[in-house]
């Protein structure tokens, strides 16, 4: 029986050794898409994989990282909060 992958396994700890989706692809032999789907689902199953609109994907090596990562989707779910609440007090059509 094939173990299926985990892209963890693929991933040092620390942003500075982030690595790069592309990179993921080339080591995976997997699209972007479905490697950003396994991602989720390692997360949701708490799998501390972290990342960065600059470096990529990487473990999180401590409190710090882990709780910078929180505090930024933390931000981007509440922006895209106000913009749907915005959008639906728009006009409709």
């Known amino acids: ?4 992958v985990k892209i963890s396994e693929f991933l040092p700890c620390g942003q500075s ?3 790069p989706l592309r990179q993921l692809q080339t080591l995976t032999n997997l699209d972007g ?8 689902r390692e997360r949701r199953n708490g799998v501390p994989i972290l990342s960065d609109n600059q470096t990529g994907y ?3 090596e401590n409190d710090d990282e ?5 505090k ?6 509440n922006e895209i909060r106000l913009t749907a609440a915005a ?6 059509t």
């Open 1 to 4: 029986m094939v173990k299926p």
């Open 17 to 19: 050794n982030a690595v």
């Open 33 to 40: 898409r479905t490697i950003r789907r396994m991602i989720e």
């Open 58 to 60: 990487f473990l999180a």
């Open 66 to 70: 882990r709780d910078t990562f929180v």
């Open 72 to 77: 930024s989707m933390l931000h981007r779910a």
């Open 87 to 92: 959008i639906e007090k728009g006009v409709k």
